[in-house]
């Protein structure tokens, strides 16, 4: 068996460093990437998400494939529902999303930001059925 070195480089990512980009799991957050992916060899991702549009059906009941998630939320709020009950998160709130929980965001605010935390980086995301019907988001004045 060989021995895979462990990626651990030393990482310092400033707010101007990595732009805001579309095209990551959810065409209505931006991302911002802070280096952590490549910092860990993979073993950890860290990016910002906030809104770029306004809620209009959420993400879908899903989990993901990881043994570690957490969402810190730093502006604004979201509602999700993870398994069968509502949870509002708001700025400061911090969520340990336990491997393998059936989440939904389905409603947030136009300054929602938040950082996750997730290992491994390349997390699959696998489309689930949900406990129970969710509430609509409300609409964006």
């Given at each position: ?60 009941w899903h989990h993901h494939d990881a043994s570690f998630h957490i969402v810190l939320m730093l502006k604004g709020w979201a509602k ?62």
């Open positions: 068996m060989l021995d895979t070195p462990l990626v651990n480089e030393f990482s310092h990512v400033k707010p101007t460093d990595t732009p805001w980009k579309s095209g990551g799991l959810r065409d209505f957050f931006l991302y911002r990437d802070l280096g952590i992916a490549t910092a860990t060899g993979g073993r950890v991702i860290a990016h910002l998400v906030k809104a770029n549009e306004a809620p209009e059906k959420g993400t879908g999700f529902m993870y398994e069968d009950k509502e949870h509002l998160v708001a700025a400061g709130d911090c969520v340990h999303q336990r491997p393998g929980i059936v989440h939904f965001l389905f409603d947030y605010s136009p300054d929602m930001e938040y950082l996750e935390v997730v290992g491994p980086a390349d997390f699959p995301t696998i489309e689930d059925t949900g406990p129970r019907a969710v509430p609509s988001p409300a609409p964006w004045s």
